[in-house]
């Protein structure tokens, strides 16, 4: 459907918005943008005026916003897309950005992040956990060796920049390379992972293959044509660290819950060393991984008052609190939704062995939240 200045397409997966003139390109920062449905953290429409355009706000689960404008006669297109866009936001429950479905959902009185081998669903394209910032970090290796799919890709366009999906599929019968990792675009190749960096992600993109799904991440590609029949290409992708694109610990679906957005990182005081080792064996890779920890809001006796922690657990399992400067911070967040019953998540990453481990939960500041977030709890603790 066309905007102000902008083509936009959803297809349930990604919402793609194509710029029709400059000023519409240079506000995006991209000739194409890619947005993928289940990275989207919040919406909001503001209706078109008789002069003012209207405009429908996007907020990613990385912290991104976007602005997609359109006039009074383009309004009702706009307005199916948000409430396709909102119904699956509050399908997901605000379920993480970045991956499409993540492993291993959390057994409830287990109090252990055992990761599950059975299909999870639903089937079709995971999309990997992102590096949560406006970069595309990881460099694609080779695509001078795949310049006629290129030049496909690219279009008729002499020199161009747009954002797409690639996947991730290994490649263990590579005379040269048993660990290569091919990078595709439109069921093509356009290079390769670095050699260094290939067996670093050999166990998730594993693990995603065993479910039989594809394994999709962000990628943008930039191009210049030096003739009609020769191409030179870069393409480079939005990827968590290795060890971290896949969590081992998921939240707990079967119960009311929110996830919020990340946002700065915090470090948690660890109680149970013992618990984190046997979580880090579990890890993708050795020493690190990410989970997802449920944060509740109790109260710990003083010496002379009763002081409101945050504590985190993940699973079933306390593993220790933040500060009490921090907690005081999301103690307006989390007690409403504690008398609610709805549980609360956030992303945390472990690090280190059985002698020595630290965790860090990344959260937005509550005064930082989306609007579309805040309402969002506002409607599920008013109907408790």
Not at 44 to 53: I, P, S
Not at 104 to 113: A, D, E, I, K, M
Request: aromatic fraction near 6%.
């Amino acid at each position: 459907m066309e905007g102000d200045g902008i083509n936009v397409h959803c297809d349930g997966i990604c919402v793609r918005v194509q710029p029709t003139n400059f000023f519409a390109g240079a506000t995006l920062g991209a000739s194409d943008l890619v947005v993928p449905v289940s990275g989207i953290a919040s919406i909001r429409l503001k209706n078109a005026g008789l002069v003012m355009r209207g405009r429908l706000e996007i907020w990613t689960r990385g912290g991104q916003r976007y602005q997609l404008h359109f006039t009074r006669e383009q309004q009702p297109g706009f307005e199916a897309l948000h409430a396709e866009l909102q119904a699956n936001i509050s399908h997901e429950s605000l379920r993480p950005h970045n991956v499409g479905m993540v492993e291993g959902p959390v057994t409830p009185g287990t109090g252990q992040g055992s990761r599950s081998h059975a299909h999870p669903m639903p089937q079709g394209p995971l999309v990997l956990r992102g590096s949560g910032s406006a970069y595309f970090p990881q460099e694609v290796v080779g695509e001078s060796f795949y310049g006629a799919h290129l030049s496909r890709v690219a279009g008729r366009e002499g020199e161009g920049e747009r954002e797409v999906f690639a996947e991730l599929r290994r490649e263990p019968s590579n005379r040269h390379d048993s660990n290569a990792v091919q990078v595709l675009i439109d069921e093509g190749v356009v290079g390769h992972l670095p050699r260094e960096d290939a067996p670093l992600y050999q166990p998730e993109l594993k693990a995603v293959e065993s479910w039989g799904r594809p394994a999709m991440c962000r990628a943008r590609l930039w191009w210049r044509r030096e003739s009609r029949r020769e191409v030179f290409a870069s393409v480079s992708l939005d990827l968590a660290r290795s060890g971290e694109l896949l969590p081992i610990v998921s939240p707990d679906t079967s119960v009311p819950h929110v996830i919020v957005p990340v946002g700065r990182s915090y470090q948690v005081k660890i109680d149970h060393p013992e618990v984190l080792a046997g979580l880090l064996a579990k890890a993708y890779l050795p020493g690190k991984a990410l989970a997802y920890a449920s944060l509740h809001l109790v109260e710990r006796a003083g010496p002379r008052s009763t002081t409101q922690i945050v504590v985190a657990r993940i699973g079933d399992v306390e593993i220790g609190g933040l500060s009490k400067q921090t907690s005081a911070k999301f103690a307006a967040l989390l007690a409403p939704l504690r008398d609610a019953q709805v549980t609360c998540y956030a992303e945390a990453s472990l690090t280190g062995n059985a002698i020595a481990a630290e965790v860090r939960v990344h959260l937005t500041m509550p005064e930082n939240l989306p609007p579309e977030f805040v309402r969002h709890v506002q409607v599920i603790t008013s109907q408790a």
